[in-house]
Antibody, heavy 119, light 110 residues
Framework: QVQLVQSGAEVKKPGSSVKVSCRASGGTFSTYSINWVRQAPGQGLEWMGRIIPLLGVPDYAQQFQGRVTITADESTNTAYMELRSLRSEDTAVYFC????????????WGQGALVTVSS | NFILTQPHSVSESPGKTVTISCTRSSGSIASNYVQWYQQRPGSAPTTVIYEDHQRPSGVPDRFSGSIDTSSNSASLTISGLRTEDESDYYCQSYHFSSRVFGGGTKLTVL
Protein backbone atom coordinates (compact mmCIF):
# COMPACT_ATOMS: atom_id res chain seq x y z
CA GLN A 1 0.00 0.00 0.00
CA VAL A 2 1.44 3.31 -1.09
CA GLN A 3 1.91 5.90 1.63
CA LEU A 4 3.36 9.38 1.50
CA VAL A 5 4.44 10.68 4.90
CA GLN A 6 5.34 14.33 5.21
CA SER A 7 7.35 16.23 7.78
CA GLY A 8 5.61 18.16 10.49
CA ALA A 9 4.23 21.64 10.89
CA GLU A 10 6.62 24.58 10.83
CA VAL A 11 6.51 28.19 11.93
CA LYS A 12 8.81 30.50 10.00
CA LYS A 13 9.72 34.16 10.00
CA PRO A 14 9.15 36.30 6.91
CA GLY A 15 12.18 36.19 4.65
CA SER A 16 13.30 32.77 5.82
CA SER A 17 13.07 29.40 4.06
CA VAL A 18 11.25 26.15 4.73
CA LYS A 19 11.99 22.64 3.51
CA VAL A 20 9.22 20.05 3.60
CA SER A 21 9.90 16.36 3.09
CA CYS A 22 7.73 13.60 1.67
CA ARG A 23 8.77 9.99 2.21
CA ALA A 24 7.18 7.33 0.03
CA SER A 25 6.66 3.71 1.02
CA GLY A 26 4.88 0.72 -0.41
CA GLY A 27 5.61 1.26 -4.07
CA THR A 28 8.13 2.25 -6.68
CA PHE A 29 9.37 5.77 -6.11
CA SER A 30 11.67 6.68 -8.93
CA THR A 31 9.42 6.44 -11.96
CA TYR A 32 6.43 8.34 -10.61
CA SER A 33 5.68 12.05 -10.72
CA ILE A 34 5.87 13.62 -7.26
CA ASN A 35 3.89 16.83 -7.20
CA TRP A 36 3.71 19.61 -4.65
CA VAL A 37 0.38 21.34 -4.13
CA ARG A 38 -0.40 23.97 -1.54
CA GLN A 39 -3.63 25.22 -0.01
CA ALA A 40 -3.84 28.51 1.86
CA PRO A 41 -6.42 28.69 4.66
CA GLY A 42 -9.91 28.62 3.20
CA GLN A 43 -8.54 28.70 -0.33
CA GLY A 44 -8.19 26.32 -3.26
CA LEU A 45 -5.46 24.01 -4.44
CA GLU A 46 -2.39 25.50 -6.12
CA TRP A 47 0.13 23.40 -8.01
CA MET A 48 3.74 24.36 -7.30
CA GLY A 49 5.78 21.90 -9.29
CA ARG A 50 6.84 18.31 -9.70
CA ILE A 51 9.76 15.97 -10.11
CA ILE A 52 10.19 12.50 -11.53
CA PRO A 53 13.00 11.15 -9.31
CA LEU A 54 14.48 8.92 -12.00
CA LEU A 55 14.91 11.91 -14.29
CA GLY A 56 15.82 14.32 -11.54
CA VAL A 57 14.78 17.46 -13.43
CA PRO A 58 11.95 19.41 -11.77
CA ASP A 59 9.30 21.57 -13.38
CA TYR A 60 7.87 24.56 -11.54
CA ALA A 61 4.77 26.66 -11.79
CA GLN A 62 5.68 30.04 -13.20
CA GLN A 63 4.58 31.93 -10.09
CA PHE A 64 7.12 30.02 -7.97
CA GLN A 65 10.07 30.10 -10.38
CA GLY A 66 13.19 31.29 -8.59
CA ARG A 67 11.74 30.79 -5.13
CA VAL A 68 11.12 27.05 -4.97
CA THR A 69 13.38 24.02 -5.33
CA ILE A 70 12.07 20.48 -5.58
CA THR A 71 14.47 17.58 -5.21
CA ALA A 72 14.31 13.84 -4.70
CA ASP A 73 16.58 11.30 -3.03
CA GLU A 74 16.10 7.86 -4.57
CA SER A 75 18.16 6.21 -1.84
CA THR A 76 15.60 7.17 0.80
CA ASN A 77 12.48 7.42 -1.39
CA THR A 78 12.05 10.99 -0.21
CA ALA A 79 11.11 14.14 -2.09
CA TYR A 80 11.71 17.65 -0.81
CA MET A 81 10.23 21.05 -1.47
CA GLU A 82 12.11 24.13 -0.35
CA LEU A 83 10.44 27.54 -0.52
CA ARG A 84 12.54 30.65 0.07
CA SER A 85 11.89 34.31 0.86
CA LEU A 86 8.77 33.39 2.76
CA ARG A 87 6.00 35.91 3.21
CA SER A 88 2.75 35.79 5.12
CA GLU A 89 0.87 34.77 1.98
CA ASP A 90 2.85 31.53 1.93
CA THR A 91 1.03 30.35 5.03
CA ALA A 92 -0.62 27.18 3.78
CA VAL A 93 -0.83 23.43 3.98
CA TYR A 94 1.71 21.91 1.62
CA PHE A 95 0.85 18.53 0.13
CA CYS A 96 2.95 16.11 -1.84
CA UNK A 97 1.05 13.87 -4.23
CA UNK A 98 2.04 11.02 -6.51
CA UNK A 99 0.86 10.52 -10.05
CA UNK A 100 1.68 7.94 -12.71
CA UNK A 101 2.50 10.72 -15.12
CA UNK A 102 1.70 14.30 -16.05
CA UNK A 103 -1.64 13.40 -17.62
CA UNK A 104 -2.67 11.16 -14.72
CA UNK A 105 -4.48 12.12 -11.55
CA UNK A 106 -2.67 12.51 -8.26
CA UNK A 107 -3.75 9.25 -6.71
CA UNK A 108 -1.77 9.26 -3.48
CA TRP A 109 -1.39 12.27 -1.24
CA GLY A 110 0.63 13.02 1.84
CA GLN A 111 -1.13 14.17 4.97
CA GLY A 112 -0.08 17.75 4.40
CA ALA A 113 2.33 19.98 6.30
CA LEU A 114 1.15 23.30 7.70
CA VAL A 115 3.66 26.08 7.23
CA THR A 116 2.87 29.26 9.11
CA VAL A 117 4.78 32.42 8.23
CA SER A 118 4.57 34.97 10.98
CA SER A 119 6.77 37.55 12.59
CA ASN B 1 -1.32 28.85 -19.85
CA PHE B 2 -5.07 28.60 -19.25
CA ILE B 3 -7.33 28.89 -16.22
CA LEU B 4 -10.19 26.63 -15.13
CA THR B 5 -13.26 28.38 -13.79
CA GLN B 6 -15.70 26.68 -11.44
CA PRO B 7 -18.75 28.03 -9.64
CA HIS B 8 -17.86 29.03 -6.11
CA SER B 9 -20.70 27.02 -4.62
CA VAL B 10 -23.69 24.85 -5.47
CA SER B 11 -26.39 23.38 -3.31
CA GLU B 12 -29.01 20.73 -3.77
CA SER B 13 -31.24 18.45 -1.77
CA PRO B 14 -30.55 14.82 -0.88
CA GLY B 15 -31.58 12.44 -3.62
CA LYS B 16 -31.32 15.06 -6.33
CA THR B 17 -28.71 15.50 -9.07
CA VAL B 18 -26.15 18.27 -9.23
CA THR B 19 -23.69 19.23 -11.94
CA ILE B 20 -20.48 21.20 -11.33
CA SER B 21 -18.93 22.90 -14.33
CA CYS B 22 -15.29 23.62 -15.10
CA THR B 23 -14.67 25.99 -18.01
CA ARG B 24 -11.29 26.25 -19.71
CA SER B 25 -10.26 29.78 -20.67
CA SER B 26 -8.15 29.01 -23.74
CA GLY B 27 -7.28 25.96 -25.76
CA SER B 28 -9.64 23.05 -26.20
CA ILE B 29 -11.02 21.23 -23.18
CA ALA B 30 -10.54 18.06 -25.21
CA SER B 31 -6.81 18.65 -25.58
CA ASN B 32 -5.89 17.46 -22.10
CA TYR B 33 -7.61 15.12 -19.69
CA VAL B 34 -9.63 16.56 -16.82
CA GLN B 35 -9.56 15.03 -13.36
CA TRP B 36 -11.96 15.75 -10.52
CA TYR B 37 -11.07 15.63 -6.84
CA GLN B 38 -13.21 15.60 -3.74
CA GLN B 39 -11.80 17.22 -0.62
CA ARG B 40 -13.36 16.98 2.79
CA PRO B 41 -12.38 19.48 5.50
CA GLY B 42 -9.03 18.68 7.03
CA SER B 43 -8.23 15.95 4.52
CA ALA B 44 -6.22 15.57 1.36
CA PRO B 45 -8.09 15.44 -1.94
CA THR B 46 -9.17 12.13 -3.45
CA THR B 47 -9.83 11.37 -7.11
CA VAL B 48 -13.46 10.86 -8.07
CA ILE B 49 -13.09 11.14 -11.87
CA TYR B 50 -9.99 10.86 -14.06
CA GLU B 51 -9.38 11.10 -17.80
CA ASP B 52 -12.56 13.15 -18.26
CA HIS B 53 -15.02 10.40 -17.38
CA GLN B 54 -13.26 7.42 -15.82
CA ARG B 55 -14.19 6.43 -12.28
CA PRO B 56 -11.58 4.98 -9.91
CA SER B 57 -12.48 1.74 -8.20
CA GLY B 58 -14.41 2.43 -5.04
CA VAL B 59 -16.07 5.60 -6.34
CA PRO B 60 -19.83 5.08 -6.65
CA ASP B 61 -21.38 5.19 -10.09
CA ARG B 62 -23.43 8.15 -8.85
CA PHE B 63 -20.36 10.17 -9.87
CA SER B 64 -19.86 10.80 -13.56
CA GLY B 65 -17.75 13.11 -15.69
CA SER B 66 -18.01 14.53 -19.17
CA ILE B 67 -16.62 17.20 -21.42
CA ASP B 68 -18.44 19.54 -23.82
CA THR B 69 -16.38 21.08 -26.57
CA SER B 70 -19.13 23.55 -27.51
CA SER B 71 -18.87 25.24 -24.11
CA ASN B 72 -15.23 24.27 -23.66
CA SER B 73 -16.03 22.85 -20.29
CA ALA B 74 -15.93 19.71 -18.22
CA SER B 75 -18.66 18.65 -15.83
CA LEU B 76 -18.93 16.53 -12.74
CA THR B 77 -22.40 15.14 -12.14
CA ILE B 78 -23.44 13.57 -8.87
CA SER B 79 -26.80 11.83 -8.81
CA GLY B 80 -28.75 10.53 -5.84
CA LEU B 81 -27.07 13.09 -3.60
CA ARG B 82 -26.19 12.02 -0.10
CA THR B 83 -25.21 14.19 2.84
CA GLU B 84 -21.73 12.63 2.76
CA ASP B 85 -21.20 14.11 -0.72
CA GLU B 86 -21.00 17.53 0.89
CA SER B 87 -17.40 18.53 0.13
CA ASP B 88 -15.23 20.79 -1.98
CA TYR B 89 -14.68 19.61 -5.54
CA TYR B 90 -11.79 20.61 -7.79
CA CYS B 91 -11.24 20.07 -11.47
CA GLN B 92 -7.68 19.77 -12.72
CA SER B 93 -6.07 19.62 -16.13
CA TYR B 94 -2.56 20.16 -17.39
CA HIS B 95 -0.38 21.87 -19.97
CA PHE B 96 2.69 19.79 -20.70
CA SER B 97 4.04 19.03 -17.23
CA SER B 98 2.19 21.83 -15.44
CA ARG B 99 -1.01 21.05 -13.61
CA VAL B 100 -3.83 23.58 -13.43
CA PHE B 101 -6.52 23.43 -10.76
CA GLY B 102 -9.89 25.06 -10.88
CA GLY B 103 -10.78 27.32 -7.99
CA GLY B 104 -12.98 24.71 -6.37
CA THR B 105 -16.71 24.37 -5.78
CA LYS B 106 -18.29 23.94 -2.37
CA LEU B 107 -21.16 21.48 -2.60
CA THR B 108 -23.80 21.79 0.07
CA VAL B 109 -26.38 19.02 0.41
CA LEU B 110 -29.28 20.40 2.37
Amino acid sequence: QVQLVQSGAEVKKPGSSVKVSCRASGGTFSTYSINWVRQAPGQGLEWMGRIIPLLGVPDYAQQFQGRVTITADESTNTAYMELRSLRSEDTAVYFCARADGDSSPCDYWGQGALVTVSS
Amino acid sequence: NFILTQPHSVSESPGKTVTISCTRSSGSIASNYVQWYQQRPGSAPTTVIYEDHQRPSGVPDRFSGSIDTSSNSASLTISGLRTEDESDYYCQSYHFSSRVFGGGTKLTVL
